[in-house]
Structures are given as C-alpha cells and as structure tokens.
C-alpha cells in the first residue's frame, strides 16, 4: 500500500512541477526551485517591506560599498512569483548604483525573467517597488 502512495504522490509532484514550467517558463521555475539570495540581512544600509495588494510583501535587504549594491537580498511571504521576482530584483540590484537601482522597474524584472501569466506580472512590480524604497531607506541613512 506504502509503495501505491508514494508512486501517486511522486507523480502527482511530477506533473505539478511540468504544468509550474509550462505556465511560467524555464527561468522562473528553475528560480522557483531554487531560490537566489533569498535571506534575512543583519544591518542593512537599506531595507524595506511592502504589502502588495494581493496580500504578498516583499522585503529588500542592501548592503553598499561605495555606492554600489554589495550584497542583496530578499524574503517574501507570497506565492512563487513573489519569491521569483523577489530573487530577480535582489539580482538585478547588484553592484549598481542607487540611480541605477531604480531603473529597474516591474517590466524590467518581467523581461528578465522571460515574463509571467498575466494575473502573476502584479508580483514584478511589487518586488521593483520594494527595491526602490529599500534604496530610498539608504539614501535618507546617508545623508
């Protein structure tokens, strides 16, 4: 009986993983499964948290060395495609500068990840969102 439920329950992850890469692409799954830079940061030089209208929040960890993004990093309570814009945006802030930072905008983290199902592209913009007030929070620091 054991082995029965495990070969259902091995294929029903099976098939949750194919229809999870069919609806979302090849980047965001693999981002999905494996997550990048998703972590609490102790003493950030910028941070932010910011609560979506879906529910989601998103926080934005930055850590700066001459001006540039060192090190950043993210954590969500959302769905995977917060946890994937989360990841992306964290990505995309590294060793820029604060103008440059926010220059990434939810289309951009779009583009970058190969895009989303329309009714997902709203956690792209609350990662760029959060991104740019976690900028804002060092900028206001380092003045």
Known sequence: MNDTLDTFVQNLQDQIYEETREAFGEAAYQRWRNPLHMEAMTNPDGHAAVRGGCGDSIQIFLKFEHNRVRKA???????????????????????????????????????????????????????????????????????
Do not use: W
Not at 75 to 95: H, I, K, P, R
Not at 109 to 116: F, N, V
């Open 73 to 143: 990093s993210f954590q969500t309570d959302g769905c995977g495609s917060s946890l994937v814009c989360g990841s992306y945006a964290a990505e995309m802030a590294m060793g820029k500068t604060p103008d440059e930072v926010f220059e990434i905008t939810g289309e951009s983290i779009l583009k970058k990840l190969g895009g989303l199902p329309e009714e997902n592209e709203h956690c792209a913009f609350l990662a760029a969102e959060t991104l740019r007030q976690a900028v804002n929070d060092y900028v206001k620091r380092d003045a």
